[in-house]
């Protein structure tokens, strides 16, 4: 695609982090195009959902999976209004999509009030560090779900 | 709680995960405790419902949620039977979760095929040397919906 193309479509996913500050949610939007189709556009719909997950990008992950019949979004590029954070990053990675644009960064976002730069030093800190208090236990009795699925011969991976 | 509770509950997540792999899906499971209580449960469901984002710590978020009516799970405690990858860990953040008990680590999760890690060391990278090609545009364009959520009186923040 060539600038003007990737243009247009971050066009449409600011122009959906727009409109949703109308709707009540907060201001992120983003749109997945796959072959010069649009194939999925998404917006924040945490307090309108009361799911914390439901960040533009994940939202529009869901909605071209399910488009798509799929979850595997290989050859899929992601426009987001935003830097994702570390919640739908790893989304962007699992749902193995192949290139993406944002265009308002995470300090910008941490600039009105949002806490993604902040996830991001987290997931950085050992554990003893982090604010989420965090501990391990029974980590051999874990292993066998481990274990039963390494030896499972008809699983799916992905 | 003491720790006899917190086998009780890893040990249930535990299972979820064994289970899981009967079922079809990955071996992971958590559940979501508030106050003694169980709120919610959780297994992975990407390859069932065709849902990349659908781990067991987001399932279980999002079941939390549903049933206490909130995005807010402050006080709540989450026992996973994998150490979070990046999209779950994040969404524990989001969710605010106070608390959370893991038992198999990323490196586990490594040695059986699955990208925890990976995306882990993915994300402490700087763009122009991750796997996933990233580029940022139109940034100027894009603060208008922040400048707008910004100036917004009635919001919902979160």
């Known amino acids: 695609m060539d600038q003007k193309q990737h243009e247009y479509w971050m066009q449409r996913a600011i122009d959906l982090s727009i409109q949703n500050v109308d709707r009540g949610g907060g201001p992120f939007g983003a749109v997945i195009v796959k072959d010069g189709q649009l194939i999925a556009e998404g917006y ?40 994702p954070c570390p919640m739908c990053l790893g989304a962007i990675y699992w749902a193995r999509i192949s290139e993406m644009y944002f265009a308002n960064t995470k300090q910008d976002a941490d600039s009105i009030g949002f806490s993604d730069e902040f996830i991001y030093k987290e997931l950085a800190k050992p554990y003893s560090q982090r604010s989420l208090k965090t501990y391990q236990l029974m980590r051999e009795k874990a292993l066998a779900a481990f274990e039963k699925w390494r030896l499972k011969e008809d699983k799916i991976e992905y």
Chains 1, 2 share one sequence.
């Open 44 to 83: 924040n719909q945490v307090t309108l959902l009361n799911d914390p997950t439901m960040h533009a990008e994940v939202s529009a992950i869901r909605e071209a999976c399910k488009k798509l019949n799929t979850f595997d979004l290989s050859g899929c590029v992601i426009y987001t209004s935003c830097e």
